[in-house]
């Protein structure tokens, strides 16, 4: 596969993975809504479901690192910096941008349900928050 090739497929799992982020986001918040009516059962189904999508973004990161084993060492660090800091710019190509604007978009999601859940986390566990610790 050439170069091209690798980012296309780089951006394709990113997609899936922003896919399944924003999925562990939207069950995030129903978790939240049946914490608040103190509905075990659903939160029980709801951690279930979360796993499996954060399973698949898990998955989709594996797949973007094994990619970015085969590209030459110098694009490898290019392509990561577009994945962490969004640093793409047009000349770098379509595949770049999308790269950046995808990575950009799930670190948004990621924010978002971190925030939910150390919420949820602080009201359920208080002091003995995994957040709380990590202050």
Known sequence: MDEKGILVE??????????????????TQDMQDALMRDDRVSMEMLISMRQKDIDVAADCDGDIRYLL????????????????????????????V??????????NVLDKTIQIDSRMS???AGKDSFYHQQK
């Open 10 to 27: 780089i951006m394709k799992k990113l997609q899936k993975k922003y896919g399944s982020m924003n999925e562990v986001l939207r069950v």
């Open 69 to 96: 084993s085969v590209l030459e060492p110098e694009k490898r660090e290019q392509v990561r910096e577009w994945l962490n800091e969004g640093t793409a710019k047009e000349r770098d190509g379509f595949e770049a």
């Open 122 to 124: 602080q009201r359920v």
């Open 98 to 107: 999308k790269i950046s604007e995808i990575a950009r978009a799930a670190r």
